[in-house]
């Protein structure tokens, strides 16, 4: 049976997510009389949840402490970091009032912690030996955005933002763990099946501060780019103007050297978007709220054979209970089979149960799988085996799928024309490019619904370009430049 | 080894708290330009961790559903309610600006969330046959305190509130929650052993919107009361006003009823109130971020013996991980062992494994427990087992020693004079009380340094008075008033 939300494809996207968040109980948006923000309803607090221990998993073993900083940053602080500043001032809250009194100074919620933590840091940190540190929370944040909001996508109270945060004694070592926490995204990303590209942002649009930014992209059913996650290498920027100074190795003082790298709910918005279908989401199994339900259907004549598919039933629920999945016994008696297959279709859990008055005959069980519409019907003592190995494979195939998708709307072109032609129908393009980025902003930046995403990064990515010419100056070609529709 | 800190009990119980928070590496309090804001650290994020999940545990077991509603609230959500907005508006946060524009409607930094939640429940609630509803959050709360602030005490950001708010169809219901969210905070503060006077309070003192307020008091080693939990019935106090209509059983359309409660970081600070000596910390191995180190001592003349040992201390360790406990072993070279131990002595860790030269050759451990530092020598195939018996009476130890500290402080008197005296030495005195609510407030609250914590609930507690006379007034008395210097 399908939802009743129009096509995710194409331009009812938007129109589509907002539905699929309100029937599937993720996300109550646009109600509460404060644009841009949302209530998070209890399913969808559950999915958050098993995002927010997936990252805290990755994070808690590399190494990295959670920590919990105040939202509250006083002018005074906002203020000192003057390239900082004049990226977030436009859309910062402001604080200026407490019970009657005016305040002396103001207080602006955090939009990003970096001001805050190197505060803290200049206190905490004075030697080499307690480096590097690699700190993160998991908090709110606000922006006032003036583009138009979208539920998870484009808020101004974030809800779920990871932030983390590490000091180093070099460059070099900041450099390294660049790459150790973009690897730590892929892992991430790669565990939720959300397909990304990565580049490294011109400079004209990297985080207010940093030397340099590198982005992880994916594309929305829309034919648009989402910025899923960011690391950036911020240099001695924040560490010279909070003065967080550290007696090095060789016994001299210098500043610390940072970076910083966050997620949002962004990433969750991406997991729906790609893995849902016309009856509704269809969830990884790794962040499932439900990974199995158990579904009786009831023998309508027989009290006797109804009571032994209901024993049945209670005992295949024990049994998956017990082997530590995340299941649920749907045995409500005021709604038909039918009708539960429908509503936990419609909210993605992962794999169904049936069990009726054959399968209890035969001690056998039928599984349905959500990705696949599969049914299998299954020996009872192979339960176990069985649910273990579907659970991985519909991981696996959404990945795949997804990516697949993602993978199809890539295109290379020599020409920027062709490249420009092809975004503006929803895909990501690239071309060839000599590397100069003011010729790309004047070619690009200006143009409507095209956005410049960078350029791969060496180190992560091999790109041949010999032979090709710059699509931009007709030069000799370094390397490509992405392009996309953005959000 | 003692610690760097004063005295807990008495007068310097401030200075000795602020003192183990920062040598413990909890809290970071004082420091950052924000008056009642502070900084959780990486140690001390864990310590909150375990606590969350130890009452998240509680509620979901008892069909509570978490949530996360929005921090912002416009002026004209926050208004409506009028008893509410005089409890609370002279300890507001306003934001009026955002970016460079001042804003139309003044947004509130949530004090509490009743407000908020009561708007959402008009438009999720329509039916008795949705009901009860238990919803909880844990988020952070702001208060413009203007007594003086204290870490986790008394806080401007509150960063650790957790709140519940429930609907019902009826009065009664209500009621029955109450008694259940009694229930659930009973036994959340008997798990971290954290003893407790449960109290009805004054309607002047009562939650600002309530028809009632009971509230759990303890006791810290200054001799003041500290408010720990507060369960309130709000009837329909909310509900009329946000509109939040629910059709009866009977068919007939009435006002929703409410109840909500909440608990806090205080909590954290009456564990480590209660627990510490003058080592530091005694953590209950039921939040503390590592429950068993595992500490060996190195041969120092003989490197295969140094090598065995070592080894020896990795199996030990290795088994502790695989049996689930949160277990290190403390294997810095730089350090010698009484470090180690005065530091995860500071640190509250209540099971401490040294194995030197000794234990390896003759297969033993010797153990230590924190709370009564006793040791035990235990055969190696015996590890588990005393490890899982010693963990178990250490909290029931903790519980009942903090218990009996609390019980001996607790007196009950004929004569107001001799109460307040009581009072005025630090303890919690109990008067016979006819239970006229005027008379109290006019003999007591202009008191200086006594206030009223209330009287004790007949279904929770039995309380004889027969023959006693009110020490207020002369006449019968029903129960008993508290009294106590309070936080």
Redesign the interface.
Known sequence: MVSKCPKKEGESFSEWFECILREAEIY?YG????KG??????YG??I??HVIETIRKLLDETGH??????????E??FRKESEHVRGF?????????????ELDVR?V?RPTSET?LS??ES??IKSYRQLPKK?YQIV?I?R?E?KMTKPMIRLR?V?TFKEAHTLHESFEDAERLVMEAVNIYREFFDLLGIPYLISKRPQWDKFAGALYTIAFDTLLPDGKALQIGTVHNLGQTFTSVYDVKIQKRDETIDYGWQTSYGISERVIASVIAFHSDERGLILPPLIAPIQVVVVPIPVVDNAEKRKEVMEYAQDVYSELKSAGYRVKLDDREELRPVDKYFEWELKGVPLRVEIGKRETEQRKVTLFRRDTLQRYVIERPRLIEAVSTILKEIGEYLRQRAWKWFSERIKTFDSLDEAIDYVRQGGIAQIPWCGDEREAYEAIEKLEAVSVLGAPIPAIERVDVTDKKCALCGGKAYTYLRLAKRY
Not at 37 to 42: E, F, I
Not at 89 to 101: P, Q, R
């Open positions: 109550d109600r509460y009389p404060v923000v949302g209530v998070w309803l209890p607090f559950q958050r949840k402490e959670e920590i919990l900083l105040p939202l509250l940053i006083p005074t602080i001032e436009g859309e910062v809250y402001w604080v200026t009032k407490a019970g009657f009194n207080l919620l805050v505060y803290m206190l905490w700190y709110n606000f006032y003036t109270e809800s």
